[in-house]
C-alpha cells in the first residue's frame, strides 16, 4: 500500500519506491531507500511529514503515492 495509508505516528518500511529514475534518484537522495523505516510524524490535507533517519521531511501527496510500505 502507499505510504500515504500510514497513520501519523506509524513506523512503517518501504518495500518499493515507483516513478521515474530521476524521482526514485532524489527520493533517495531525501534518505528514501527500500529496507528503510520512516515515521510518520503528521499529516495534513494529505501532505505527510516523515522522520527519515535523522531528520524530518515534508512530502505531497503525490510524492508519499510512489513510496510502497
Known sequence: M????????ETVIIRKI???DEVRQHLAELGFVVDSAVTVVSELAG???LQVKDSRVALDRSMA???MI
Open 2 to 9: 502507499p505510504l500515504t495509508m500510514a497513520k501519523p505516528g
Open 18 to 20: 515507483t516513478g521515474k
Open 47 to 49: 501532505n505527510l511529514i
Open 65 to 67: 503515492n510512489r513510496i
